[in-house]
C-alpha cells in the first residue's frame, strides 16, 4: 500500500513550458486534491474532485488544469508555465470530502 | 469565506515541557471541522489531531490534545512531554460542511515553526 505518490518530486521549467504533475493513490479514494504551497503560508486547494469523472475549481485554479478519468489518478496540468507558479504542489486524498486526507510527498517546481 | 490565523510565526520550547499553540478561525457556519497537521522538514503533511465542531469533547491523541472553543472560534494544540521529533512547522486547518466551489477543501492557516530546545 503506497498511499498517495506524486511524480516527480522537482522540477524546474522555463516560462512557457508545459507539463503535468502525476498523483496517484491506492487506497480506493473518491476525494482528490491538489494544494499549493508558497513561503511563509499554508495550502491553498487549486483543484479538487470528488470521484471519477467529477472535478472543480478552488481557491487559486487559474493557469491550472486536472482530469479525473480514473478513480486512482488525478494529474495536475500546467498549459504555460510562470514564475508565479514557483511552489511546492501537493496532491491528496481521502475516502470522502469529510475524512482525513492524506497527503502525497510533494513536488518542488520552479519556474524560472 | 472561512480565515484561519495563526497568530505565532514561531514557538520554542524546551524538550519535556509543555507548548500550546494558537489557532482562531472566521466562519458564520455551525457544523464544520477543524484540524492539526504537522509538517516536519521532510515537507511531508501528517495529520494530528481532528475535532468536529458538533462535539464538545476535546480530541486527545496521545501527548496531543486541544482547547476547542467553539463559541471563540478558538482551537489550540497542546504538546505535552515535548519530544525532539515534534519539531516542525504546525499548520491549523478547517474544513467546511458544505461543498462546491473554494469551500470544498481545507483551509490553512500560515503555520507556526516549533523549535524543541535539547
Known amino acids: 500500500n503506497a498511499g498517495v505518490t506524486q511524480t516527480p518530486k522537482f522540477q524546474v521549467l522555463k516560462t512557457g513550458q508545459s507539463m503535468t504533475l502525476q498523483c496517484a493513490q491506492d487506497m480506493n479514494h473518491e476525494y482528490m486534491s491538489w494544494y499549493r504551497q508558497d513561503p511563509g503560508m499554508g495550502l491553498r486547494l487549486i483543484h479538487y474532485?470528488?470521484?471519477?469523472?467529477?472535478?472543480d475549481q478552488g481557491e487559486v485554479p487559474n493557469g491550472y488544469n486536472v482530469s479525473r478519468s480514473t478513480t486512482e489518478d488525478f494529474p495536475l496540468r500546467l498549459l504555460s508555465a510562470a514564475p508565479s507558479q514557483t511552489s511546492v504542489y501537493f496532491c491528496a486524498s481521502s475516502y470522502n470530502r469529510y475524512n482525513e486526507q492524506f497527503f502525497g510527498p510533494g513536488t518542488r517546481l520552479t519556474v524560472l | 469565506a472561512q480565515t484561519v490565523t495563526q497568530s505565532q510565526p514561531e514557538m520554542s520550547v524546551q524538550e519535556a515541557e509543555t507548548v500550546t499553540l494558537s489557532c482562531t478561525y472566521d466562519t458564520s457556519e455551525s457544523d464544520y471541522y477543524l484540524f492539526w497537521y504537522k509538517q516536519p522538514p521532510s515537507r511531508q503533511m501528517i495529520l494530528v489531531i481532528r475535532?468536529?465542531?458538533?462535539?464538545?469533547q476535546n480530541a486527545t491523541e496521545n501527548r496531543f490534545s486541544v482547547n476547542f472553543q467553539k463559541a471563540a472560534k478558538s482551537f489550540s494544540l497542546k504538546i505535552s512531554d515535548s519530544q525532539l521529533g515534534d519539531a516542525a512547522m504546525y499548520f491549523c486547518?478547517?474544513?467546511?460542511?458544505?461543498?462546491?466551489?473554494?469551500?470544498?477543501?481545507?483551509?490553512f492557516g500560515k503555520g507556526t515553526h516549533l523549535i524543541i530546545q535539547p
Open positions: 475535532q468536529e465542531a458538533y462535539k464538545q
Open positions: 486547518a478547517y474544513r467546511s460542511q458544505y461543498s462546491g466551489g473554494g469551500a470544498d477543501g481545507l483551509t
Open positions: 474532485s470528488v470521484g471519477a469523472g467529477i472535478t
